[in-house]
């Protein structure tokens, strides 16, 4: 009986293998095709580059963040 069940799933796997080996593709793959379409779809627009902006000093920066932070600290205290 084994052996029989052993021939039986030997024939089965043989038979799926000379299935899958047979099997050649139809045609071109769907995968394939949107490439192709999103390629023809991708069209290169130039971006315009931003004006770069003229930043303060870095003396006026530090003084606005340490008059900031000393107001902060002043409303913590509720002075």
């Not at 000093?57 to 606005?64: G, N």
């Amino acid at each position: 009986m084994k052996r029989l069940l052993a021939l039986l799933l030997g024939g089965l796997g043989l038979r799926a293998l000379l299935r899958r080996r047979s099997t050649a593709p139809v045609g071109p793959s769907p995968a394939d095709d949107l490439r192709a379409k999103l390629d023809e779809a991708r069209v290169e627009e130039p971006v315009p580059e931003a004006e770069p902006q003229a930043e303060p000093p870095v003396d006026d920066r530090r003084a606005d963040v340490h008059a900031r932070a000393r107001a902060a600290i002043d409303e913590l205290k509720g002075d």
